[in-house]
Structure formats: C-alpha cells, structure tokens
C-alpha cells in the first residue's frame, strides 16, 4: 500500500509540474513536497527565502502574481529596502496595468525635475510611472519622483491607499490624529493616508506605541502589504469572505466560460472550470464557480484547487459567484465562535506562531519599561503585554495582547535556528529600541520542538548570562 501510495503522489507530482507550466515559469524556484495528508503542495521560494521565512507565502503569492520579481541570481533580497520606483512598478501590476504600461511610447516626457534620472537608470520603468500618474498615484504636490530612494512606511502607505481608489477617503481623515507615540513625525499631509491604511489592515503600529512613518519598508515587507492591498481590490470590487465545509467540489473536462479581469488575480488563475458547494456555520450551502489551477493557500504554502476535497475546512474570497482567493484550514472548531465570546481573554494561537512560550522583560534609560509575556497551553493563549514610557503607559491582555505579541514573532521571523545575537537584533529592531538605551534585558524563547533559548543583557549590553538548550 505504502509503495501505492508513494507512486500516486508521484504522478500528482509529474501533473502538477508540467500540466501547470504557468507555475513554473512565474516562480524563480518551483518544487513540490507531500503533506501528511497526501496532499502535494507547490513550493514557490527563492535561494535566501529563509532570510524572512514569516513572508515566504505573501512573497510566493505575489510572484505567482507577477507582481514582485526576484533578481537573476535566483535571489528575492527580502531584507533589502524596497525602493520607490520598485514600489511603483508592483502597485501598476497589482491593478492589472502592466500591458498599459509596457505599451508607453519611451519617447513620452515626464514633467519630473528628476526626469533624466529616470530616463538614464530606470528607462524600462517609465511607462508603469505613468500609468501611475494617468491613475492618481501620486500626490500633486510632487515634483520629484526620487526612484532610487528607499521607499518609506508613510510613502508606501500613501501609494496603497491611493492604489485601492481611497484618495478621497484619506482626505477627509486629514485631521484625525492616530494614537501613536511618534505621530508628531507623520508629515500632516500623509495624517489620512496613514488613517486608512491602518483602517484597511494595510498597515500597522509597533508594541511600543509607534508608527516609525520613515523607517524602510523591505522587499518581504512590501510583498506583504500588497498581499493585503490585493484583498482590498477584491473587496472594493464587492469580494466577500467565506468559510465553510466543503460538501461538494466537481471539475469539468471542458472548460465553460472564462470570468472577467478585474485584478491581477484573475489573469493567473485563468478560466473557471469547476463547482464548489460549501456548508456555511448556519448550515446554509452556497455554490461558486472555482478553477482548477487556483493556488489554495495551506500551511504557508500552495495546492491546486483540484486537491480540495469533501469535509474540508475553507475561507474563500468570492466574487460575485467565483471564488478569487481561497485558504485550507487544518479543521473547524465547531464552537468557536462560542467559546471566543465566553472566553474572549483565552485566545486561540495562528498558525504562524511556532513558539509555545515568550517572556521578555526589558528596562530602558529614562524610566522606560516593556514586558511580553505569551504562553501557548494546548492551543490556548496566555498573554499580557506592558509598556510604560516618559509619554505613555499601555497594558493589554488576552486577546488584544495576544495578537501584537504574535504579530511581533511573525514579522521578526524568529526561528530556533537563529543565534541568540540575531534573535535580541531582530525584537529590540522591530520595537524600535535603540541598543544604546537598554539597560537590562531578560529573554526566553520556547520553540515547540522543545528547544530553549535564554538571554540576559545588563547595562553596557554585554552578555551576563544566557543559555541554550532542547528539552
């Protein structure tokens, strides 16, 4: 049987690979591994991909995309500074534009002070800047464009609000100041755009209360916020989510009908082929169009739609009556919504998380004080988060917690095969904690495998004591 076996997944394997040639020509790297359910999932990675391992599946869908690319060395550079003439070139492809701009005349002049520049270094980026200007991208007050420059948080904010149409909406946030610790540093002009963005889940703060409106946003970190810009798009198409238990799932031989393209999405995906029934929470069933070569996102990386099967647990993204987006869930916690109201400060972990414990207390010059504390007991969350500075203290526990300490462990990427240096780098980094004003720090770190990983830091930010070790 287990020879059976293996030999059927090989030929799901040798199908998927040459009967799909679309994958494997968008991906700089495309192979294929067997989950534990039988199911072949696509891989799509670059050769430094474990440099942000938490943005493998936002970098993996945006490339399938064709929306971010990586470099001929078989590199994505995910911790490089995206730049803004990269930025720009990404946001025309998510809306669909690419064939609008490669169809610009070269000879077109631009009315930037920095034109030359761009005609000299960045000749094959000119028709996607304006197609960026044609579809109001830029601000009016913009006089330069500055390619080369490493592209800020509030800049790309800005350009991905102005991407999803909401221009006029930021405007009229102009004047709604957000609660962060550095909003004095948001140039006012972007007050609204930063509003939206942070309404849309297109951005976020820090635990320690900032913003940080001009700290670079990297390759992986740009792959993500159009990952959720692309949702957006969907959404203000009139995208609904979801989720349910697959009761019935059927692909026809011939494919009937093609659906329109509003996103990039839609011109990946290609043709509907098929019929998804799925039972909902209130037990009501509902119906959609679904291809067969749509990527259904699972455990961070990728099946084809055809290997969904009855009793499984989905989200989807549907618009109008075809699925655009589509998630595989492990399986569905039939009283969670239940459970979630009765026990609000018991949160339950993502899937993302791979630590089972994280304490950090840390004291800083002038009075400050940050304390994290996530404890994950059979798939329940203990969490309390505490910062206190000169401005401001804030507490948080349970759920709230819980999610920006998780989200904190998820954009540092950290892993149990990260030195102890490279761990401490990556948390005091991504809480904006210059090294300098650390005055002592105590960390532990326990990895599901059982691996543990201590530090503590005194004063000068030499090591006084720290440990290492599997359980």
């Given amino acids: 049987m287990k020879a059976i076996r293996n030999l059927l997944c090989l030929m799901l394997v040798c199908n998927l690979l040459f009967g799909f040639s679309g994958l494997t020509s968008a991906a700089s790297k495309a192979r294929t591994v067997v989950s534990e359910d039988g199911r072949v999932q696509i891989v799509l990675e670059f050769n430094d991909i474990q440099e942000a391992e938490w943005a493998s599946a936002y970098i993996a869908k945006m490339k399938l995309k064709n929306v971010v690319q990586g470099f001929e060395d078989g590199t994505f550079r995910p911790n490089q500074p995206v730049t803004r003439v990269e930025a720009i070139v990404t946001a025309v492809r998510l809306l669909g534009l690419e064939n609008e701009a490669k169809a610009k005349l070269p000879d077109t002049k631009l009315h930037f002070k920095d034109a030359e520049v761009i005609d000299k270094k960045f000749p094959w980026a000119k028709g996607y800047i304006i197609v960026a200007l044609e579809n109001g991208l830029f601000d009016a007050s913009e006089d330069t464009i500055q390619p080369d420059k490493p592209a800020s948080r509030v800049w790309i904010a800005s350009l991905l609000v102005k991407s999803l149409g909401l221009k006029e909406k930021a405007l009229q946030e102009m004047t709604k100041v957000p609660n962060f610790i550095d909003a004095d540093e948001i140039p006012a002009g972007s007050i609204g755009y930063v509003n939206v963005a942070m309404e849309k889940g297109i951005v976020s703060g820090y635990p320690d209360g900032s913003f940080q409106p001009n700290k670079n946003v990297t390759r992986a970190e740009m792959a993500a916020l159009l ?114 109201q009765e026990e609000e400060d018991t ?97 532990k770190i326990k990895f599901f495998s059982g691996k543990i990983i201590k530090v503590e830091l005194e004063h000068d930010g030499g090591e006084h004591n720290d440990g290492e070790h599997d359980e």
């Fill in 227 to 340: 990952d959720r810009t692309d949702e957006g798009l969907l959404e203000n198409a009139g995208a609904v989510k979801v989720s349910g238990v697959v009761k019935n799932i059927r692909f026809y031989s011939v494919t009937d009908g093609v659906y329109s393209s509003d996103t990039v999405t839609d011109s990946v995906y290609g043709s509907v082929n098929g019929e998804i029934t799925i039972s909902m929470d209130d037990q009501n069933s509902l119906t959609y169009g679904i291809s067969s070569e749509l990527l259904v996102e699972y455990h961070n990386k990728f099946i084809r739609a055809d290997q969904l099967a009855v009793n499984d647990y989905v989200h989807l993204l549907v618009l109008g009556q075809t699925v655009k987006e589509a998630v595989l869930v492990d399986q569905k916690d039939e009283n969670e919504n239940d459970e979630q």
């Fill in 347 to 443: 949160p339950t972990a993502t899937s993302e998380v791979k630590i089972r414990q994280f304490e950090l207390e840390a004291k800083l010059s002038g009075k400050g004080k940050i304390e994290l504390e996530y404890k994950n007991k059979d798939s329940r969350i203990e969490a309390e988060l505490k910062i206190a500075s000169k401005k401001d203290k804030k507490n948080l526990e349970g759920q709230k917690a819980a999610e920006v300490i998780e989200k904190l462990i998820t954009d540092t990427g950290i892993s149990e095969n990260m030195d102890k240096e490279e761990i401490v780098d990556k948390i005091l980094s991504a809480l904006n904690v210059d090294k300098d004003s650390l005055k002592e720090l105590e960390l």
